[in-house]
């Protein structure tokens, strides 16, 4: 059992890197973010960054901080913040003031990545080890990450516009909540209940949102097809 929960820990933390990348190719391939709404992309980089801070600061089953995840989340963190610059600098609407505003808030973000991860690992004796702080941490953590997807589901349902939108990474992340799902019922104990809820709630979301995605592109398609 200990050998098939590690080996879908490590599943988790390589799709976890991946998750960035099918959408950053497909923004730059394009060379245009449009649909692809910015608030739900800036509340989910700094969703990503309170996962860094989290797992550097917490300790695994076995006593020890978990490395692997704490570096799955950097790496996430790292290559999340440069797909949403990307977002920003193909928007063709933005105006210049918001471009150097939201990459002042990238730099932030990246930087505040590595600077929790390297605290994080070099001071092992530092983590949380109060049991509700933990749970209400763990909590708000998934709130930012769940929650993050809602204004871009809004807009992607009153625009109908899902060019620009990585069907691929929409595909990664419901997978990657079902291996979490699965990991933490193998490791059930109360403090998981919460992640469980998020986990499901994300999974739904993500789910409606490619069934979204999906309909309004076979609907464009036809429609330009007709014309």
């Known amino acids: 059992m200990e050998t098939f929960v590690n080996i879908i820990g490590w599943v988790m933390a390589i799709l976890t890197v991946v998750i960035p990348l099918p959408q950053m190719i497909k923004v730059c391939f394009r060379k245009d973010s449009e649909g692809i709404n910015k608030i739900t992309s800036c509340i989910y980089c700094f969703g990503v960054l309170c996962y860094t801070a989290f797992g550097s600061f917490t300790l695994g089953s076995t006593g020890e901080k978990l490395i692997y995840i704490s570096v799955s989340n950097l790496l996430c963190g790292i290559l999340y913040t440069v797909m949403v610059f990307f977002v920003f600098y193909y928007d063709k609407n933005i105006s210049r003031k918001n471009l150097i505003l939201a990459t002042l808030f990238l730099l932030i973000v990246f930087a505040a990545n590595i600077i929790c991860f390297t605290i994080g690992i070099v001071r092992k004796d530092w983590y949380i080890s109060n049991t509700v702080a933990l749970v209400i941490i763990g909590a708000s953590t998934g709130a930012f990450t769940t929650g993050a997807y809602i204004p871009q589901l809004l807009k992607t349902i009153r625009y109908k516009r899902v060019g620009s939108l990585s069907m691929t990474m929409i595909m990664l992340l419901i997978t990657i909540n079902v291996a979490y799902f699965i990991y933490y019922i193998l490791l059930f104990n109360n403090s998981m ?35």
Do not use: G
């Open 193 to 227: 209940i919460v992640p469980m809820v998020w986990t499901s709630l994300a999974t739904c979301l993500y789910v409606i949102l490619l069934s979204v995605c999906v309909r309004f592109r076979i609907t464009n398609k036809k429609q330009a097809q007709t014309n």
